[in-house]
């Protein structure tokens, strides 16, 4: 696709319910990106997949969050038993290759809400 | 863990003035800095990248400086407009793969 897609835009769960938010990357790119934003701060790192191997999942907060890229293009992050807590805007983001130098292209974002 | 932040978290200025945004960052062993503009509801559009060797990228109104020695970036807006109302982000790469952001400076331009 033309940019990275996130669905859905907005999600709104019971206290307790699982969550799957998903991201379609660039078109070839390699890298894929996973980041939480709370109101009036950046973006915070959960996990970095480089083709499907997560490469790292040291900012995911606990292990109600997984991650997973099995073809190597669109991603799944899902949350368990969510929490209030988990309320924020969850950003995807995906580049061209793994050398670090090409730029970050971000989607639209997640905006969950957990009541 | 690198720390980067930004300063002023806020900025109102008339129509024509110019902005200028600033971002420090903790670590100068970095692999690049990119520059986000950020609006509500909307996802993150990536503005400038800068690599590590490079000391200044352009585009149109848009100057972003990287000074790795002092850890800091500047991020200059010509001639602003009403458009340019948004929040402004800072991003370090400080190895092959995560972004560390700033908070961001939230940018009024007054008509």
């Known amino acids: 696709g033309a940019g990275v897609s996130q669905s859905p835009r907005y999600k709104v769960t019971k206290r307790g319910q699982d969550v799957a938010l998903r991201c379609d990357p660039i078109?070839?790119?390699?890298?894929l990106y996973w980041y939480r934003q709370a109101l009036g701060q950046g973006p915070e790192f959960l996990t970095y997949?480089?083709?499907?191997?997560?490469?790292?999942k040291s900012g995911l907060p606990n292990d109600r969050f997984s991650a997973e890229r099995p073809e190597g293009s669109i991603s799944t992050l899902t949350i368990q038993r969510t929490e209030q807590r988990d309320s924020a805007m969850y950003r995807c983001?995906?580049?061209?290759?793994?050398?670090?130098?090409?730029?970050?292209?971000f989607g639209q974002g997640t905006r969950l809400t957990v009541v | 863990k690198q720390e980067v932040t930004q300063i002023p978290a806020a900025l109102s200025v008339p129509e024509g003035e110019n902005l200028v945004l600033n971002c420090s960052f903790t670590?100068?062993?970095?692999?690049?800095l990119q520059w986000f503009r950020q609006d509500p509801g909307k996802g993150l559009t990536s503005l400038l990248l800068i690599q590590s060797s490079q000391r200044e990228q352009t585009s149109g109104r848009l100057n972003a400086s990287l000074d790795k020695s002092s850890g800091r970036s500047t991020l200059y807006i010509a001639a602003s407009q009403p458009g340019d109302s948004a929040t402004y982000l800072c991003?370090?790469?400080?190895?092959?793969?995560?972004?560390?952001f700033g908070a961001g400076t939230t940018v009024t331009v007054r008509a």
């Open positions: 997949f480089n083709y499907e191997a997560q490469q790292d």
């Open positions: 983001a995906s580049s061209l290759d793994s050398t670090g130098l090409t730029e970050a292209f």
């Open positions: 991003a370090v790469k400080y190895d092959d793969y995560k972004l560390s």
């Open positions: 670590d100068s062993a970095i692999y690049n």
């Open positions: 078109s070839g790119h390699v890298s």
